[in-house]
């Protein structure tokens, strides 16, 4: 039986950190790619492709140690219809430099004896592109789902799916030249099942009133550094633990994460703590208690919490009225954000449809260089002259170190954090500083007197929170923006100290983007929409991403294997994703630092006084009656403001 909100709230830091250490090892693994493929590869999948008709081709069993580059293949223009050639094992013959798809093309081995190609490569990186289409396609319809009915049905089933992923992946590998083909489902279930790790921990940070944003990022952070476990078990694999081990051992985790989501996760949305519906509740329930920070807990001590996070979920909006996030002002019937059309906002919404550019092209980027990692280091190599016996261990180190990188994802999610978090919050010693009076529940700043939520009674002016969060998201998607600017310039070197520096920044700016995406959703928009509109650009990005295999495939061929000029015309498109901070900025500038407060047409509740914590719900709904004139409710931590 799921949890209540109380219950759930009693066991938040173990949801928080289980949910932080799921998304690490589960949600988006599959952006390891670098590493994954060189274990596909070295255990045949696709390797029949490498081989002509006629060929023998190799059972797994049969296979031998083979260096990875072989001699220039002959110059023959037909193959031949005899198979001839040397007799490695005794059971098969390998036609060694005879036979190939064209005589300049080398012949390749990985380590475990199966041949490589460039038509193993192109369909491998084919199915990669379909399985982050998956990831990231699949928010939409998540996000309606999870804004209706909560995250423990999707955590449950993700789960299972996760670890089906890995058990085809494991059984795919013992005979690789038939069941090579369940690659697609495999590579499919995890995005699709990856995902869900994350989607449903967004809602988790609810619990952490004053650490939200922080949360939050950490949540996407740890999503972002998932990536590392592939290059973990690439260095285990090279030690010698088989594929199968290692995939039948991440699939029972996955099973283990469902039995955790079955005992903690709540069966209802988890709404934010201040919201208006929470506390209507609680003074109907307890209009005797005190309310301040100590009493925060009571938010969710009670089981009719479950039914009112239903109501944040719009199923009883007719019944309650509307329901405020924290912060928001209503007027009327509606809010001072009236919940918009979501169709308008996808087609009318300038800022809307620059973050669905910029998401789309820093995407592209970001996966592209993932999938084409092998293609860009090969490609460097040769040009800087290094022995093609040297190519395998190269592409194998670099594929480990930027693996390793990806833990920096983590790192920054705090950075980002910061970034969003700026100069929202009081400061307490600024207050009593101000001239903070505890009797009036006043402070004095720059002469005026404020309230505790800093408004100004006497001139009806208060801080306008909402220019500040809109001043954090450009910078946010300015610093994005020139971060990934800088990473397109250093990509374009064949020098390898240089990648290191593109590793990391590669990290930063796929913790940057999903973070400032989502604040900006957040800020701008009505939340009912939050889900769907992550959802919408999601699913549009992840359409985009599929770009890349057809991109791949030019390179190879049109390209001679450099991805030089592509690289080229993509920095000049990512520098469109300047235009979303200069919106951003503009749509700031539009607003004044303070907005108006009439102070005869609101009610300050501060902490010592119980008797007006909250007006009842009869009350709420004929706040509009008061001096007969339109009213502002604000939600705000610490107090209630009408």
Known sequence: MAPSIKKAYKRKWWIACTAILENLTFAAVLLGWSSLLLMLKNEGFYAYRCY???EFLPDKGDLTNATYYDELADDVTT???????NDTTGNYTMMGNETMRNSTEKIKYMPSGYRTCVAQDEILNRYFSIGSCVLSAVTICLGAIMDTYGSRAIRLTGSVTFALSCFLF????TNPNELSSLMIPAVCMNGAGGITYIFTSFPIPNFFENLRSTMIALMIGSYSASALIYMLFKALYDMGVSFQTLMMFHGSLALLTTLNAFISQPGVPIPAPGDLSYAISLKEKKKAEKYDQKAAPEVFDNDASDTVGRRLSNTDNAENGKTLAPGKVVKDDESSEPKQNFWRIVCCSPIYMCSVVTMC???????????WFELYFTSSAERM????????DLVNYYAQLFGIFQINCFFMAPVIGQIMDWNLRSNKTDNKSAGFSPAKNEIKLNGTEQDVNGNAPNNGARKNIKKQQIMNLFRAFFITNLLLTLFGILILFDNFHLQIIAFILHTVVRTFLHSSTGGLY????????????????SFTGAAFILVQDPMFVAINSDFGGNPFWLNVAMLIFTATGFLLPFLLWREANKLSDYEPVASDDRFCIADDDTENLVASAHSIRSVRDVNGSSNDVTVSKGALVF
Request: charged share 15%.
């Open 52 to 54: 002509e008709e006629g």
């Open 79 to 85: 193959y031949p219809t005899s198979t001839t050639g």
């Open 385 to 392: 002259g290094y022995d093609d016996s040297e190519i395998y």
């Open 361 to 371: 092209l820093t995407q592209l980027r970001l996966i592209a260089y993932m999938g």
């Open 522 to 537: 957040a800020a701008m928009y009505h939340f009912s929409h939050f889900g769907k509109l992550t959802g919408f650009t």
């Open 170 to 173: 494991a059984y795919g590998s």
